[in-house]
């Protein structure tokens, strides 16, 4: 069973910068994931906001946050992180890591089957 933890959340004035991490545990052996971030502004939908897949380090993103995140991966340390850049408010939300066993096309367009508990980002003006 897969199970993630996320990290690094917290508050950021409009224009700063985050990090937020994902560590992973419970990833079979010989197996590629795909982890994707999502987040769930209040009273929003939730939105997927960046990809990964950890054998090809393939990543895609959204249009919200393209330019401005980036996802990448410590596959030692089973470790996937969002770096968030020029934040902005309309980026608070709780975010959240996932995974999910890949087997062929892109990451982003996969369901996703493990969750992580999530981490709040607050960004003020």
């Known amino acids: 069973q897969v199970q993630l933890v996320e990290s690094g959340g917290g508050s950021a004035q409009a224009g700063g910068s985050l990090r937020l991490d994902c560590t992973a545990s419970?990833?079979?052996?010989?197996?590629?994931?795909?982890v994707a971030w999502f987040r769930r502004a209040p009273g929003k939908a939730r939105e997927k906001v960046a990809s990964?897949?950890?054998?090809?380090?393939?990543?895609k993103y959204s249009e919200s946050v393209k330019g401005r995140f980036t996802i990448y991966q410590d596959n030692a340390k089973k470790m996937v992180y969002l770096q968030m850049a020029r934040l902005n408010p309309d980026d608070t939300a709780e975010y959240y890591c996932?995974?999910?066993?890949?087997?062929?096309?892109?990451?982003?367009?996969?369901?996703?089957?493990?969750w992580g508990q999530g981490t709040r980002v607050t960004v003020s003006s």
């Open positions: 996932a995974a999910t066993q890949y087997s062929g096309g892109s990451c982003w367009d996969y369901d996703y089957d493990y």
């Open positions: 419970g990833y079979r052996y010989n197996k590629i994931y795909c």
């Open positions: 990964i897949n950890l054998h090809g380090y393939v990543t």
